[in-house]
């Protein structure tokens, strides 16, 4: 009787034990068949990053040459806007295009509104001719502005003073580098304001540079004049103010020579 037990006992056990190994066998194929199914080989990722960067790529060039055609696009349009643009004094400088027809729009408004270019142009003298000329004060303003350039601003220094019109363009440009040379750290920044400085001969700025020296000399008192401080004296009065050279003091001192 045990024996038959023990017999019907082992067999139940290989059973069992034939029905779990049946049994994971099939649920492994089934989880191969599942991964087969669901993953993703390395190739086709790197395909799908490819296609995905190719394609970004296409959108990214396709938005630049759209906005650069837009671009070049307006820029077109606005060039034919200002070349069919007309010229008028509601405009002023933005009616115009070259620099030369800019610096002759400024000469005009700082012409207009100048008391002495005024005057000069009711005058009855000879002069006049040349300020109620028109086509002759711009050819003379674009002269001047070829040889000074944006150094100096035309305009305005012709402006303070119009007699530089009745000058040749040459005759100024030889004077303005004269007073460089000869008055400390005089530029083209300070013409406008010093303007009237051009209508001195060479020879004359000469005798009103030394006049300041004497005036500066006759300051010592007592004997025993310093003529190099004397000199660094009169220089640093030149640097404040060219305009020295014109005051009243100066003059008599030349006449006085």
Not at 38 to 43: A, C, G, L
């Amino acid at each position: 009787v045990t024996l038959k037990r023990d017999k019907g006992f082992h067999i139940f056990i290989i059973l069992k034990l034939i029905l779990f190994i049946s049994s994971s066998s099939i649920s492994s194929s089934v989880m191969m068949m599942m991964m087969r199914t669901t993953t993703i080989s390395p190739v086709s990722i790197r395909s799908s990053f490819s296609h995905r960067r190719r394609s970004r790529r296409r959108s990214l060039a396709s938005s630049s040459s759209a906005a650069s055609s837009s671009a070049s696009y307006h820029q077109q349009q606005q060039q034919k806007r200002l070349i069919q643009r007309v010229k008028s004094a509601g405009d002023g400088i933005d009616g115009v295009i070259s620099d030369d027809d800019k610096i002759i729009v400024r000469f005009w408004h700082h012409f207009g509104s100048s008391k002495k270019c005024a005057e000069k142009r009711s005058s009855s003298n000879e002069s006049s001719h040349l300020f109620r000329n028109p086509t002759l004060l711009e050819a003379k303003v674009r002269r001047l502005h070829a040889f000074l350039g944006y150094n100096v601003d035309i305009p305005m220094t012709v402006s303070n003073v119009p007699e530089i019109l009745e000058l040749d363009a040459e005759l100024v440009c030889k004077r303005l580098m004269f007073l460089f040379k000869v008055i400390p750290e005089f530029n083209g920044s300070k013409v406008s304001k010093h303007a009237s400085l051009l209508t001195l001969e060479k020879e004359e700025v000469e005798r009103r540079v030394r006049a300041v020296v004497q005036l500066e000399e006759k300051k010592w008192v007592g004997g025993g004049v310093d003529v190099e401080y004397a000199k660094e004296c009169a220089k640093e009065r030149m640097v404040r103010n060219p305009s020295v050279l014109l005051l009243d003091s100066v003059t008599a001192q030349c006449n006085a020579e």
